[in-house]
């Protein structure tokens, strides 16, 4: 069955919740010369702005936007404030040497949603913000052996006591009765936000702090000390980029970061008597086990916000138009809800849009500053944004300023990644690992499911996940 969509694209639901995209900022009006121009008004860049105006409020700082600050990631994913580290550890082991670096490392992200919440309950930030648990429900005994594993993975690497925890299938389904639960593994401590609102109040906190945000402006080349644009040239002797899933459009970036699409459906509000079949009493979120992946999270206004994978990869690193999405992949979420939660089936679909995420060659974020170039970036968190983009505002913001803190010395900073391969060889890698994932999908459904899949191994080697 295929449910009606009442809008797809127009950037994402959370715009539409709130009356559509802002109203839109002045574009760069000829040249100008700023202390540090940020490229992207997303969450790395707002988040960098902040924290460079707040601990020198005299430096000049602007944000160049070809669209609105807000108009990529930051206004469009699934509202996961989680501090998590989604990335291989032993990655940036094998580069530092430095164990204790890295959990550190893990710790500053479990940090990072108190910062999130503590700033934007200082500057009033309304943005539908609650405290819960993150639910990684396993529906096969594959999938359990793989929660078990990342339960172990991350005690192993510092956990502290009472951040994740694995329960079985009963209790998993007494929160939400997810079809088929064998288990989960809880993860204590995020959150659930409202992006668009979050990135909206950050932008005009921001302003509010002197930040000068260009939009409609869109950067045509990056030199030393410069930024030239469609409306002008900016001259700074440090230039961030923070484009993330959109970086491959930039002057000689085309292969720095694979933009990898995600899409979300939403339905409309949930009746009562759903509600109670369904639980979901604790607006958790929600994710499966499956190598393919879904994300869910119950809404402030009761709806239900189901994501995962459409159409993965464009060819050419190419991004959607404002968000729109194919219809199959419509159908491909709505047939994810009714599986995981089957007295939702017949909810009608309100909105449907995607987004694109930077992925890096080896899958792991990094960020970094050159001085003697004036150049700074950060990017690739392959889909745990709403939280590391904080950390990395908070780390670019000492690197620029010179603040020797405990920040600039975790193992993500000025770490140097060689770039993706040139077409068509990118296209049929992603495309690929994702054939393998949905076969290793059904593969373990056909055979009960007791061990993961050869074909999910074969597909992480593929693409050096």
Not at 161 to 181: C, K, P, Q
Not at 362 to 382: I, K, M, N, Q, T
């Amino acid at each position: 069955m295929t449910l009606p969509v009442a809008r797809n694209g127009d950037v994402s639901f959370w715009y539409s919740q709130i009356g559509g995209p802002p109203p839109p900022r002045l574009p760069l009006a000829g040249d100008r010369n700023v202390d540090v121009c940020i490229i992207g008004a997303g969450f790395t860049g707002l988040w960098t702005a902040w924290y460079l105006k707040t601990q020198q409020p005299d430096l000049a700082v602007a944000l160049v936007e070809r669209d609105f600050a807000g108009f990529g990631a930051s206004g469009r994913n699934g509202g996961w404030l989680t501090g998590a580290f989604a990335w291989s550890r032993e990655k940036y082991l094998k580069a530092t040497g430095d164990r204790d670096g890295v959990i550190a490392m893990g710790q500053a992200l479990r940090d990072t949603v108190e910062e999130v919440i503590g700033i934007a309950g200082a500057e009033r930030i309304a943005a539908d913000i609650r405290r819960t648990n993150g639910l990684m429900v396993a529906c096969t005994p594959a999938q359990m052996e793989r929660i078990r594993a990342t339960h172990d993975t991350e005690i192993a690497w510092g956990a502290p006591s009472g951040r994740v925890e694995l329960i079985g299938g009963r209790e998993m389904r007494a929160r939400i009765d997810v079809r088929d639960a064998m288990g989960a593994l809880v993860t204590h401590g995020v959150a659930r936000v409202q992006p668009a609102k979050l990135v909206r109040g950050l932008a005009a906190a921001v302003e509010r702090l002197g930040v000068r945000i260009w939009e409609g402006t869109t950067v045509t080349e990056l030199g030393k000390g410069r930024v030239q644009t469609d409306r002008g040239r900016i001259s700074a002797p440090v230039i961030v980029r923070a484009t993330e899933g959109f970086t491959a459009g930039l002057p000689g970036q085309g292969r720095t970061l694979l933009p990898l699409n995600s899409a979300i459906v939403v339905t409309e509000p949930v009746p009562e008597r759903v509600w109670q079949q369904i639980g979901w009493g604790g607006f958790e979120l929600l994710s499966d086990a499956s190598h393919t992946y879904s994300y869910a999270q119950r809404t402030a206004d009761d709806r239900i916000a189901m994501g995962g994978r459409g159409v993965p990869y464009r060819f050419g690193s190419r991004t959607d138009t404002r968000g729109q999405t194919q219809a199959a992949t419509v159908q491909k979420l709505h047939a994810i809800l009714r599986r995981l939660l089957p007295p939702a089936a017949d909810l009608p679909l309100a909105h449907a849009w995607c987004g694109v995420l930077g992925v890096p060659r080896d899958w792991c974020a990094s960020l970094g500053y050159d001085r003697a170039a004036g150049f700074a970036w950060a990017g690739g968190y392959v889909g745990t944004g709403v939280s590391t983009s904080n950390l990395a505002g908070r780390t670019l913001a000492d690197l620029i300023l010179g603040r020797d803190t405990d920040l600039v010395r975790l193992p993500w900073v000025n770490r140097q990644v060689r770039e993706w391969e040139a077409e068509p060889l990118r296209w049929l890698g992603v495309h690929g690992m994702y054939q393998l994932y949905s076969r290793a999908d059904a593969h373990e459904a056909r055979s009960g499911g007791k061990r993961t899949s050869v074909l999910a191994r074969i597909a992480n080697r593929l693409v050096g996940r």
